[in-house]
């Protein structure tokens, strides 16, 4: 595994277990539909949660969430719209990032931003 690699899959693992801390049920993680990858499917309060995770160990090109662009927006709104016909959710859905900047002391920073993006919307 690169070291990239490695720091996002431990990104997705602290992310998990933050969202249980909040009281999110994790129904999915790295959930595949065609080209896209959804880190984290949950639920919350009743709505569908598609959790993208970014994790860097620096910020020379912007913070980690920045990396979200319109055609990752794109991929996860079809993604997750796969899966709710799967699962025949019909209800409320939502896209969260969470940025997790890993600091020297190894420590991480976590940025939780809900509602993140909406389907169709340019960011």
């Known amino acids: 595994m690169t070291i990239q690699r490695d720091l996002g899959h431990k990104g997705e693992m602290i992310a998990v277990k933050y969202l249980q801390r ?3 049920q994790i129904l999915e993680t790295n959930w595949r539909f065609r080209r896209a990858e959804i880190d984290i499917i949950a639920m919350h309060d009743l709505v569908l949660v ?4 970014k994790s860097r160990s620096y910020d020379y090109f912007g913070p980690p969430d920045a990396a979200v662009g319109r055609k990752k927006e794109a991929l996860l709104t079809d993604a997750l719209q796969a899966y709710m016909e799967i699962i025949e959710h019909e209800w409320e859905i939502r896209f969260d990032i969470i940025s997790i900047m890993w600091q020297r002391e190894g420590t991480p920073e976590i940025k939780h ?3 993140a993006f909406f389907p169709g919307l340019q960011s």
């Not at 598609?50 to 995770?53: I, K, M, N, S």
Request: a negative charge.
């Open 113 to 115: 931003y809900v509602g």
């Open 22 to 24: 909040l009281g999110y």
């Open 50 to 53: 598609c959790v993208e995770v």
